[in-house]
DNA sequence: AGAGATGCCATGGGATTTCATGGGAAGCAA
DNA sequence: TTGCTTCCCATGAAATCCCATGGCATCTCT
């Protein structure tokens, strides 16, 4: 069973805050999810991260168990590690799937990034974003204008030759 | 077993959005899916990418497998990078040819590039690209009207030589 | 060569299962 | 009580499984 995820999604977020994982990536936090078994829940890590972040981040138990060792391997007390884990570990929630598939987004979260009736999944890695749709628009926009050397109508795996050169 | 693919096909698409894929190119699917044996279902990726993509592209698990390699070894958190990871990760779905040839296009992806009861694939090295047949009747042309050099009557050719000026 | 058989292929359809989503009611806390 | 949670059930739509048909090309037998 695949580890990483693939694809995106739009699903409700009903009014008890309620949002079905899809099908999809629901198997993936299942199988890695150490201590899954059918029948069980599968659990994960919700980080929400600092104050400027307008997205959530799932996290499948797997993932995030090695995030944790690479915060343990940096210098104890260096900036960076307290930065690390101000955000992976300070900001962030343990939760489970439900019987139905659905994940429970807090009330808090849910104002952090301002979802109210639609939430956009996408893939990131073995982490799964979530977004309100429109602030992933944006987001994607943004994205795009930060690689101004991609002409309109050119074929993205351009910018792999990049890699090799620069 | 050839890699690459060859030509272009109309096919019907159902009622349940099911497209029947050349053999010619499913042979393809099968020799470029490492994990494919007789019996079993060639897997394969569609990419649906941004919002302005009206087409999808079809990856064999091998071309797909160098485009991620690829972008692996571009600089973590690099514009292009991010961009890329966008496109080929977030905006992808993975799938596979069933037991009668056929694929299915989920009703979300039909919807975006507007593909109601046929489609027309293209060959597009190693991927295959998914067209309503009128939006690429229309790509053809714009494909001509992007290479304003080439005069109309000439040989196509004779713009291989512009690849060794730069 | 011609007739018939065989096999591959694109296409269609019924039946079943999975999945996203909505809502009621019990449990719990403030 | 009043608001959140948690558990359980209901439903329509979409996806999946499995089987059927007709056309075209190739092969085989006489």
């Keep these: 069973m695949a580890r990483r995820f693939r694809g995106s999604e739009?699903?409700?977020?009903?009014?008890?805050?309620?949002?079905?994982?899809?099908?999809?990536?629901?198997r993936i936090f299942e199988a890695s999810?150490?201590?899954?078994?059918?029948?069980?829940?599968?659990?994960?890590?919700?980080?929400?991260g600092t104050r400027d972040w307008n997205w959530l981040q799932l996290f499948t138990i797997e993932a995030m168990e090695e995030i944790e060792d690479g915060i343990?391997?940096?210098?104890?007390?260096?900036?960076?590690r307290n930065l690390l884990e101000n955000i992976y570990q300070g900001h962030a929630d343990e939760a489970e799937i439900d019987g139905d598939g659905r994940l429970v987004l807090p009330q808090k979260?849910?104002?952090?990034i301002g979802l109210t009736d639609s939430a956009f999944f996408i893939s990131a890695g073995d982490s799964l974003k979530v977004w309100?749709?429109?602030?992933?628009?944006?987001?994607?926009?943004?994205?795009?204008?930060?690689v101004p050397e991609?002409?309109?109508?050119?074929?993205?795996?351009?910018?792999?030759?990049?890699?090799?050169?620069?």
Aim: glycine letters at 6%; a negative charge; charged letters at 35%.
């Design 109 to 112: 979260l849910r104002e952090k």
């Design 10 to 26: 739009e699903v409700k977020v009903d009014a008890k805050g309620r949002v079905s994982i899809p099908a999809k990536f629901r």
């Design 150 to 166: 991609l002409e309109p109508g050119a074929d993205p795996l351009s910018l792999l030759s990049l890699a090799e050169e620069g």
């Design 33 to 48: 999810d150490p201590d899954f078994e059918a029948g069980k829940r599968a659990q994960l890590v919700i980080v929400h």
């Design 72 to 80: 343990a391997r940096m210098p104890r007390g260096s900036a960076a």
């Design 132 to 146: 309100t749709p429109e602030a992933h628009a944006e987001e994607e926009r943004a994205l795009e204008a930060r």
